[in-house]
């Protein structure tokens, strides 16, 4: 690998609920120009897979539980938004004014169970807030599957959200849905430079292409939610995001 590209998709519409993504990428990758080959990755940005996916709430029809309200009392938020919150997650990590860390139910460890109402539209007057996609692997794999029909391209396609980091300020991209690539790749028993075997280096590799797209993608009004990512290499097998989740035995902080 000598050099990666990252081209963004111009042009896409603003995506509602229903609509067909598989279409809108293949549309978008001919308007721009870019013949799709085997071996580019197609990185999504979350919010409009749950857009298409009709992955929204609207707050008028929540009834905050007595434990959301006493929780939104205590991080400054609506109780309404807090419900919705719980209701995605499994547990609450920490809460403090402001914020609010959980476990979500897909086993994701992150702010405000990925329920955001950034870049969301009122509908009708209604305030409404989005989900995650209620399965992103899947999500993935079934825009890898419908592109390669209707492209002849093998491509792989990662869904990409922002995630605050423990111990660091900051949001980056990470993958939260892959299909047709490893998430993880294993250098262990690999030789370093010097002939010594790697002991405990596994690439995030999902996740290093997820931030990477974000450099281009952005996180407010660029209205570039899909890039092509190409010039990547890679042989290990196959993953999916949630093989990129550490297991509750090997956490040193759960």
Not at 62 to 81: F, G, I, M, Q, Y
Not at 135 to 149: H, I
Not at 239 to 246: D, N, P, Y
Request: net charge negative; charged share 20%; no cysteine.
């Amino acid at each position: 690998m000598t050099s990666v590209e990252i081209i963004p998709l111009q042009g896409l519409p603003l995506v509602g609920a229903g609509d067909d993504l598989i279409e809108l990428m293949a549309s978008a990758l001919e308007r721009n120009d870019v013949a799709s080959r085997a071996g580019d990755v197609l990185v999504v940005a979350q919010k409009i897979v749950s857009k298409a996916e009709g992955r929204f709430v609207d707050l008028a029809t929540v009834e905050p539980s007595a434990k959301a309200v006493e929780l939104a009392a205590l991080v400054d938020k609506d109780p309404r938004l807090v419900e919705i919150i719980l209701s995605e997650s499994v547990r609450t990590v920490r809460a403090r004014r402001g914020v609010l860390i959980v476990e979500h139910r897909l086993g994701f460890v992150m702010a405000n169970a990925g329920v955001d109402q950034s870049n969301v539209g009122p509908s009708g007057g209604a305030q409404r807030a989005l989900l995650l996609p209620s399965n992103p692997d899947r999500s993935a794999e079934t825009l890898r599957l419908g592109l390669a029909a209707r492209t002849g391209s093998d491509i792989a396609v990662v869904i990409n959200d922002s995630f605050g980091r423990a111990w660091r300020q900051g949001t980056a991209g990470v993958a939260i849905g892959a299909a047709g690539l490893p998430a993880l790749i294993d250098l262990r028993g690999r030789p370093d430079l010097f002939g010594r075997k790697l002991e405990a280096s596994i690439i995030g590799f999902a996740d290093e292409i997820a931030a990477a797209a974000s450099l281009v993608m952005g996180q407010a009004d660029e209205a570039l939610p899909a890039v092509i990512i190409r010039g990547l290499r890679w042989s290990a097998p196959t993953s999916t995001a949630a093989s990129i989740l550490r297991s509750p035995n090997e956490d040193l902080f759960r």
